[in-house]
DNA sequence: GTTAGCACTCGACAGCCAAGAGTGCTAACA
DNA sequence: TGTTAGCACTCTTGGCTGTCGAGTGCTAAC
């Protein structure tokens, strides 16, 4: 399975051409471009035995030579380098993560839109619930006669809030009081550990106020549901217009329905990989994404594994997007925990 | 400017088919379609006069032919019975937007999408900045030592927040003092009124955490600016896939990247609409939105206007949209406000 | 083992032709 | 005077053909 050194250098200026012009490479232009020592014939029988050897193939007899999928995979497993970011851009990205300022949401988003700026390809940033943070603060506060609202603070300073329906009677003093209970019931537990059941001494005691509470209960249970799934951000779905293969419409619109569909790119993703980059090709990925390539890391938020990574075609500029995707883990890394 | 009756109704059943098939529409085929009861020869010559009259046109001689935009704003203004909804989907929305659980942002999500999903185009909604309402509350939160969440809550219950950075020394007391101190001085403003020199009291009433307050105010300020923006939710933009008209990737990509840009289609829509559904067709749009067609209406959300519409091709259900639209800002009057 | 030469293959592209859809015009008709 | 049938004409579409060029595989010479 190793090839020698001249089958590795044409294997790996095939890949560069292809990726950039999208185009089976014959073995003159590969001389040619490369400036290799040798002839096109000598490197047009290399390249049967590349193809023989599954790392080439031929789209018609007649036409140059493109990598296969298990070519890539060689590739990127034997050969490839990352490609590192420019100390510029590093900077860019450390300010947009650090500044403390901006809430979790932004600084997702932010991260999102840095890696396909830099890629060109489309990203995703994943984000582990928050369930397993502590609770730090719940207010109940009044709107309008009959409506309330509930606001509940994590330790990480996550916000979840919900309006919710009271009674007329109610009265600010009546929220106050049930606030401060809940405060005192839950201060500092653990989200994942508020149980409906650790609540009946809490009803009991302010047994006049219990349809209030029934209610904050369950705005609180939905809070925690929602707080329960992960966030999924995804950034630069325009550059897939960039990319010829996607000249195809029917194409497009499967992938682009795959990205709105709530949770689909999730569950399509490889699971369990460690804060490592991790590389996907074709179909090594399930059916629906088997001519796109997968680059992604994992990263570590407050005990919970998270995922960057951009998704692109199978013609990928593997070495930039595992670059970008390693710098990123790298700096949330660092940042983050 | 007016027309007969024949000509009406030829005009309409060319309009229908085209905006059916999206291809020019011969004589013979409008006349066996639409059982007219004449023959094709008249239809044709209806047609020709229909075409120097400016309502038609023909891509070439010897094809059918199509509405100019001309013809369409001639439907549209005097032609067209707006597509009512059933009772159905009326009644789907309704729940959609007044479940009081869930909150604006989610409402706002929910109303896009529902009109992209009925009209089958690109849907927008935009929402008025909450500038003009109350101040309801305001809180400080100690997250970590040195962080802590400033909370603005307004009496629609709109929740803003951002995370500051606090001097070691500040307590949760501190914290909790100067958040008393903001709300007795704010008590019941409005946002538009809150100005930094209203505070100078305020500021020397706890001078020895001047700075913390300062720093708060800056929160504050960032959080009433971005609070002045409008916000534009976008929906159903895979719709465009499904037009013909979008076969061509450029025509396409320009569009995506106009979407993409913030605040881009807000800036191209028709200002002061009031509450009238506007309807503008291609070039009637600025330049780069020239072979789209915009239905829109305006909303009263607390005094102020928001703007919720469709953006399609030029060859367009303007009837349906148009329904549609009309419904959803009649659902927002009745219910907001 | 490497290289040059050469015949062969196949896709891309332009040009051509036939079919079909639709028109405009004219003459006949009510 | 408005309507209709007939007919010649126009223009697009799709299929077919032939040419061109890129690229290969094979063979023979170095």
């Given at each position: ?22 185009e089976p490479v014959g073995s003159r232009a590969v001389v040619r471009k490369h400036d290799l020592k040798i002839s096109a014939a000598t490197v047009r029988n290399e390249m ?93 506060i009044s709107l309008n006669p009959g409506q309330a609202l509930i606001i509940l603070v994590t330790d990480l300073g996550v916000i979840m ?177």
């Amino acid at each position: 399975m190793t090839l020698d050194e001249r089958k590795r250098q044409i294997l790996q200026s095939i890949i560069k051409d292809y990726v950039e012009t999208a185009e089976p490479v014959g073995s003159r232009a590969v001389v040619r471009k490369h400036d290799l020592k040798i002839s096109a014939a000598t490197v047009r029988n290399e390249m049967a035995d590349l193809e023989e050897m599954g790392y080439l193939e031929q789209p018609h007899t007649s036409a140059g030579r493109i990598p296969s999928e298990r070519g890539f995979r060689y590739y990127v497993d034997c050969m490839m380098e990352n490609e590192t970011l420019s100390e510029e851009q590093l900077e860019d990205l450390r300010k947009a993560i650090t500044s403390s300022v901006r809430d979790l949401d932004q600084v997702i988003a932010q991260i999102a839109q840095f890696l396909s700026q830099i890629t060109r390809y489309t990203s995703f940033v994943i984000v582990p619930s928050v369930s397993a943070t502590q609770f730090r603060y719940l207010q109940l506060i009044s709107l309008n006669p009959g409506q309330a609202l509930i606001i509940l603070v994590t330790d990480l300073g996550v916000i979840m809030h919900r309006k919710i329906d009271i009674p007329l009677s109610v009265t600010n003093e009546d929220l106050e009081n049930i606030g401060s209970l809940f405060n005192k019931v839950f201060a500092s537990r653990r989200l994942d550990e508020l149980r409906r059941t650790d609540l009946r001494a809490l009803r009991e005691e302010l047994y006049q106020r219990r349809n209030v509470i029934d209610t904050a209960l369950d705005a609180l249970e939905l809070l925690l549901q929602s707080s329960k799934e992960e966030r999924v951000v995804v950034s630069g779905v325009l550059n897939l217009l960039n990319e010829p293969e996607f000249k195809d419409l029917e194409k497009l619109r499967r992938f682009l329905s795959l990205l709105e569909e709530e949770g689909a790119i999730k569950n399509r993703l490889p699971q369990d990989i460690g804060d490592n980059v991790n590389i996907t090709i074709g179909r090594e990925n399930p059916e629906d994404m088997k001519d796109m390539s997968v680059v992604m890391a994992g990263y570590k938020t407050f005990g919970e594994m998270g995922k960057i990574g951009v998704i692109g075609p199978v013609r990928m500029e593997y070495w930039r997007a595992a670059g970008t995707v390693e710098a990123v883990r790298d700096l949330l890394k660092e940042t983050f925990y």
